[in-house]
């Protein structure tokens, strides 16, 4: 079966300090690979997808992640957090001709002044 | 264009009765996806509609729950016999194309069954 394991579920860092949200990814097919974001009140945001083409990817709000087949990994970083980053983000698992998303349980992010 | 839209925002039932949960897509988006979310996970599949076609219903928890999509834009949930369990976020999500890429997320229903 398919699914993803978010290795943290808090994660708490100072504004400035770099970020690092964990994710490892179980799927028997070429995966496709999301990170979203989730603010409170708000809607799932799309941060950055893979889809099989360049293995390291740069999202939005210098967020970027990369893709490591031989680790099956998929973690999440960004050089400097702010604090608007501040909030849940989610790992999510797609693959070949699917329709559903199979989301991660989640990492709440805390950014301290 | 407006994202995706939904209403009511919270929604607090007595167990029992029946609610309607709606989402309004972004306008073109052929592909709709349900979402439940409880509290403290992530969201987990429900359904999933191409145009007006229900073509994977597989996440849905029990016939208690039913969505529907006629014209192939509007998409309502619905949850008949509320039981305490189904309290949760009801995420809608649409997609300009098929399958399951570029997903953009409504800011869901909280529903509350007491």
């Known amino acids: 079966a398919q699914s993803v394991t978010q290795l943290d579920s808090h994660v708490s860092v100072s504004e400035g300090t770099p970020v690092l949200l964990r994710c490892n990814y179980s799927?028997?097919?070429?995966?496709?690979l999301f990170w979203y974001v989730q603010h409170p009140n708000k809607g799932l945001q799309l941060l950055l997808k893979y889809t099989s083409a360049a293995t390291l990817v740069k999202g939005i709000n210098g967020f970027e992640a990369e893709f490591k087949k031989s680790e099956t990994s998929f973690h999440l970083t960004k050089p400097s957090a702010h604090m608007s980053d501040a909030a849940e983000y989610f790992c999510?698992?797609?693959?070949?001709?699917?329709?559903?998303?199979?989301f991660g349980t989640g990492t709440r992010l805390q950014v301290f002044p | 264009g407006a994202g995706v839209s939904q209403s009511p925002r919270y929604k607090v039932a007595k167990r029992g009765q029946d609610v309607a949960l709606r989402c309004d897509p972004i306008?073109?988006?052929?592909?709709l996806f349900w979402y439940q979310q409880a509290l403290g996970q992530g969201p987990e599949f429900l359904t999933y509609?191409?145009?007006?076609?229900?073509?994977?219903k597989s996440g849905l928890p029990s016939d208690r729950f039913f969505a529907e999509r006629p014209e192939g834009s509007v998409s309502t949930l619905k949850i008949q016999r509320t039981q305490q369990e189904d309290s949760a976020v009801y995420l809608c999500?649409?997609?300009?194309?098929?399958?399951?890429?570029?997903?953009?997320f409504g800011p869901g229903t909280r529903l509350t069954v007491t």
């Open positions: 306008s073109g988006h052929v592909s």
């Open positions: 509609f191409q145009n007006e076609a229900q073509l994977d």
């Open positions: 799927s028997s097919y070429s995966p496709s």
């Open positions: 999510v698992v797609t693959w070949g001709y699917t329709d559903k998303l199979i």
């Open positions: 999500a649409s997609s300009y194309r098929d399958l399951a890429y570029e997903q953009y």
